[in-house]
């Protein structure tokens, strides 16, 4: 058999359409990151996100800044006009926007309109990203920013970076959930041929899912055995659990250790991952990864080694999910997906955000 009954395609395609894809519209009611600290400065940077385009800054005193990217006179984009001070300045007719987005100034006439602005976006910094609210500013509650204490641990060391990703979050955030890819895709990279393999346990919470996977016995691939000083063992442990937490956020958490000690005994060796996901469209993504580890947390040369070897495989998955994005584009009514039982947390991640997307989309419909 070549190609599964009609019945079952049917069967297939009614359950694909309750998960969310690259045409399912965006969650809008969520804090996102909009960039790291570091890339707001003194001069104005212009960011397309969930399809709308923002300008960000750093006032005099510090505080960053998020506003529409249009000047409602003309259209002109205001980040390729100028600061001055606290306030830009449009570089087409010289409207001039304070740091709340009203409009202050109008250079041709003596008196200013009243009531004319653009948009400003709630934001927040913490430590080394800047999240924004792209939704109703009414509903942008800070508490509801997914705290992770890890990446402000003194006693943990953090790198980070970011990629251009050519593919809708929602194929990212499945990609996270399901990494049986690891023996695949990163075959010559993070992963190991046991990995899609290895036992595995789910906990599918509303709006959090976990998948946790235990490779054990192993021989760890190089990044973590030359990193922890297991790798020239067969007797590692490898437990990683992949976490939806937000539709922002996915986090990827480790340890690694010697299965052939007594646990009293053993070394234990702790990572995390935060995979830190920004639609720009339907079809493009920006990708913030921040990736921290307990131990060596003074040595220079991994921190540098682990940063090289992580982001070659984050590369990977770009490279892999941008060819994906390709073929989703060219589909027709030929084309179907099944599901294996391991898929099961990817699907509750994707059902997820197909209902709270259209839970928003039908409540803006009624007001």
Not at 114 to 137: A, C, F, L, S, T
Not at 221 to 248: N, Y
Not at 251 to 273: H, M, N
Request: glycine share 6%; aromatic share 10%.
């Amino acid at each position: 058999m070549t190609r599964p009954s009609p019945k079952m395609i049917a069967s297939t395609r009614k359950a694909s359409s309750r998960m969310a894809d690259r045409d399912t519209p965006f969650i809008y009611n969520e804090w996102y990151v909009g960039a790291f600290s570091s890339e707001i400065q003194r001069e104005l940077l212009a960011r397309t996100l969930l399809g709308k385009r923002v300008v960000f800054y750093r006032t005099e005193g510090g505080s960053p800044v998020a506003l529409e990217d249009r000047c409602p006179h003309r259209s002109f984009p205001l980040s390729e006009s100028h600061l001055e001070g606290d306030t830009i300045v449009c570089g087409y007719h010289g409207f001039r926007y304070d740091s709340q987005g009203d409009l202050i100034e109008v250079p041709s006439q003596k008196e200013c309109p009243r009531g004319v602005g653009i948009h400003r976006y709630p934001v927040v910094e913490k430590g080394q990203v800047v999240w924004i609210w792209m939704g109703d500013p009414e509903l942008a509650d800070e508490s509801r920013i997914p705290r992770q204490a890890w990446m402000e641990d003194e006693n943990w060391e953090c790198s980070s970076g970011y990629l251009y990703h050519k593919g809708n979050y929602v194929s990212m955030h499945e990609n996270l959930m399901d990494l049986t890819h690891l023996s695949y895709l990163h075959a010559d990279t993070i992963g190991t041929p046991d990995y899609a393999r290895a036992p595995y346990e789910v906990q599918l919470d509303e709006g959090n899912y976990k998948l946790t996977r235990n490779v054990v016995p192993t021989t760890l691939s190089p990044v973590w055995g030359k990193s922890t000083g297991l790798d020239d063992r067969d007797t590692a442990a490898r437990i990683i659990t992949s976490e939806f937490i937000s539709p922002a956020l996915h986090r990827v958490s480790g340890k690694f250790y010697d299965s052939a000690l007594p646990e009293e005994e053993r070394e234990e060796f702790q990572i995390c991952t935060a995979h830190i996901l920004t639609p720009e469209t339907q079809g493009t993504m920006h990708y913030f990864l921040v990736h921290g580890r307990d131990f060596a947390t003074q040595d220079e040369e991994i921190t540098e080694f682990m940063h090289e070897q992580l982001f070659a495989a984050f590369h990977e998955d770009v490279v892999g999910l941008g060819i994906l994005e390709e073929r989703l584009v060219e589909h027709d009514e030929s084309v179907y997906e099944v599901s294996v039982a391991s898929d099961a947390p990817a699907i509750a991640t994707r059902t997820y955000l197909k209902k709270r997307a259209m839970e928003e989309n039908d409540a803006e419909a009624i007001a």
